[in-house]
Structures are given as C-alpha cells and as structure tokens.
C-alpha cells in the first residue's frame, strides 16, 4: 500500500491542523494506521494510531484532549486534527499502515508515507 500524507504548515501557537493520509494500491481497510512525528535530531515518536475499523484508537495522556486521529474507510483515507498546536509539536509527522494491533512500535508498521511539516511558530 502506498501512503501520502498532506495538510502540514506554518501555524502560529494556539492555532490547527487537519493532516490527512490517503492510501492507494492495498486494502485500506486491512490496515491498522498510525501517526509518528520526528523533529530534527530527535527520534521518531508515536503520536496515534487507530485499528482497522476506526474503533478503538490510541494516544499518549499528552496528545489527548488536542490530537484526535481518525479514518475513513470508504475515502481510503486517514486524519489527524490538531487543535491548540504548541512549538513543541514542530516536526514532520509521517503516516504508517501495518497488521498489528495495538502498537506503538514504528517497527510494527510496514508501510510509510513520505512526511509532511508541521511548524508552529510561538
């Protein structure tokens, strides 16, 4: 399956961004999905994941209540909504697709999208 993440940008603190994945060439529905980011000279952290059919999803205590991730499956295609953005969330977030669940393991994930940036400016 072939993933490609859209929707970053420059965005002040306080502000959002919905970040979409859309997939192609597999069974989306197949796939549990998940979000990752990585900020320069730092390793790539686990941000959400969601099983196959959009129910249960996960995310760390410090995403919840900002973060929300979700899909749609008749769309092949996966979200991430980011509300009141902080500096600290500045990276790129990549998407992934894999058969494991539940996971956290970036190692679990088999099939990656290329990133998109995200920068919040303070």
């Known amino acids: 399956v072939q993933l490609q993440a859209s929707g970053g940008g420059l965005v002040q603190a306080g502000g959002s961004l919905r970040l979409s994945c859309a997939a192609s060439?597999?069974?989306?529905?197949?796939?549990?999905m998940a979000w990752f980011r990585q900020a320069p000279g730092k390793e790539r952290d686990f941000v959400a994941a969601?099983?196959?059919?959009?129910?249960?999803?996960y995310l760390p205590d410090s995403m919840k209540g900002r973060f929300t991730i979700s899909r749609d499956n008749a769309k092949n295609t996966m979200y991430l909504q980011m509300n009141s953005l902080k500096p600290e969330d500045t990276a790129v977030y990549y998407c992934?697709?894999?058969?494991?669940?539940?996971?956290?393991?970036?190692?679990?994930?088999?099939?990656w999208g290329q990133g998109t940036q995200v920068t919040v400016s303070s």
């Open positions: 969601i099983s196959w059919r959009g129910n249960p999803i």
């Open positions: 992934a697709a894999g058969l494991t669940w539940p996971t956290i393991q970036p190692n679990d994930y088999a099939y």
């Open positions: 060439g597999g069974t989306f529905s197949s796939y549990a």
